[in-house]
């Protein structure tokens, strides 16, 4: 019997537990807890000077409102980072290849940025929706245009990040078999197929991190528009 290449993708159970529950929670058990001293060891401080890289990078375009969110987005960014990274190795389940994980993101966050926008500057967060300048006739058509592409922008979130990594995982797994197949036939094939692998798991190493940036950065650039 052929076993489907996107069994991979099924939330697996042992012993009645779902996994998911496990690899979510697994990458916060990893990270070692900063302490109060002023020296700490080299890890955490690596660790420490990343943070704060990373968070001056990301709330560089926003004002003072939006700095309020500085935490959420950069314990986000780690979260999936540190989910993509473990899925890429082997007997592992990716949590971040479920739609409904990544919707369970995207919905709430970007909800969130634009009840801000109505609360704060309900002026501004509607004028997004109609250009200046737009002529008369215009004018309705492009205000259903703007708000079907505000009600995308989640879905496009969400299935941004399960497509990446739903490919990567799914060309991998048919270049192994490859290799498997072609090894005791075509030795120099299978030889040149691997390091075909080996390249594309170097990818899929920078697409995991990648992903992660683009998901926190797409909510940055939301908020922006609504603090």
Known sequence: MMVSFF????????LGIPLIAIAITLPWVLYPTPSSRWINNRLITVQGWLINRFTNQLMLPLNMGGHKWALLL???MIFLITINMLGLLPYTFTPTTQLSLNMGFAVPLWLATVIIGM???????LGHLLPEGTPIPLIP?????????????PLALGVRL??????????????????FVLLPMMPTVAILT?????????????????????????????????V
């Not at 069994?7 to 042992?14: I, K, R, V």
């Not at 609360?119 to 967060?125: I, L």
């Not at 594309?200 to 922006?224: D, G, P």
């Open 141 to 153: 058509v492009l205000i259903i245009i703007e708000t079907i592409s505000l009600f995308i922008r």
């Open 194 to 226: 691997a390091t075909v692998l080996f390249l594309l798991t170097l990818l899929e190493v920078a697409v995991a991190m990648i992903q992660a940036y683009v998901f926190v950065l797409f909510l940055s650039l939301y908020l922006q528009e609504n």
């Open 74 to 76: 950069v314990s986000l």
């Open 162 to 179: 399960t497509a990446n990594l739903t490919a990567g995982h799914l060309l991998i797994q048919l270049i192994a078999t490859a290799v």
């Open 119 to 125: 609360r704060n500057q309900p002026t501004v967060a």
């Open 7 to 14: 069994d991979q993708f099924a939330s697996p159970l042992y």
